[in-house]
């Protein structure tokens, strides 16, 4: 199972998504403007299968701690 966060540039949550997908497999439902997507790794959940309330209760009291993505480019060989 993988949990997906969109989040805007100051890391406050806007929703959560929960995929199960084989491993290495993902999803993600397009953003509106100024939203980033995230995969979230290591939340503990109460049952296997987290509740909606369980993703909701999450993002009212969480916020994403590195909210701008940064990545390098290299040049294709």
Sequence with gaps: ???YVHYDGTG???S???VHAPPGAGMMLVPNP???V???EGLQF?????T???LSEIAKTH???SPVPRCKLAKKP
């Design 1 to 3: 199972m993988a949990i």
């Design 12 to 14: 406050s949550i806007h």
């Design 16 to 18: 959560l998504i929960s």
């Design 34 to 36: 100024g939203v980033f």
């Design 38 to 40: 995230a995969e979230i």
């Design 46 to 50: 109460k049952a296997d299968v987290p």
């Design 52 to 54: 909606p309330e369980e």
């Design 63 to 65: 916020k994403v701690s």
